[in-house]
Nanobody, 124 residues
Framework: VRVVESGGDLVQPGRSLRLSCAGS????????IAWFRQAPGKEREAVGCTRISTGSTYYVDSVKGRFALSTDHAKMTVYLQMNLLEPVDTAVYYC??????????????????WGRGTQVTVAP
């Protein structure tokens, strides 16, 4: 299983950014995929997740209405569109994959495979 994030950058507050999570080596259709982030000095937190078989998406309250997940099944890629970015969104963003989605809550259940992360910095 391989998980690769991309798209991190330095952006100004209020701008948008799209992160990509490309997966390989597993049955994409049966998986759950999530984005997490870890800011300096803070614990890693879930941002949003999607259950590929149903297309359901879930978000933590702090990003609802600003962030959106989308999926390209042919490319086995999940995108995290981030709008109205704020300095508090500054973090390393990680993509995580659980190939066998049997989750009750894809925001809190464990994931076995992780990418190396991509840095998002929101600053003037």
């Amino acid at each position: 299983v391989r998980v690769v994030e991309s798209g991190g950058d330095l952006v100004q507050p209020g701008r948008s950014l799209r992160l990509s999570c490309a997966g390989s080596g597993f049955a994409f259709q049966g998986s759950a995929i999530a984005w997490f982030r870890q800011a300096p000095g803070k614990e890693r937190e879930a941002v949003g997740c999607t259950r590929i078989s149903t297309g359901s998406t879930y978000y933590v309250d702090s990003v609802k209405g600003r962030f959106a997940l989308s999926t390209d099944h042919a490319k086995m890629t999940v995108y995290l569109q981030m709008n109205l970015l704020e300095p508090v969104d500054t973090a390393v963003y990680y993509c995580a994959v659980e190939p066998y989605d049997s989750m009750n809550n894809c925001l809190t259940n464990p994931y076995r495979f992780w990418g190396r992360g991509t840095q998002v910095t929101v600053a003037p």
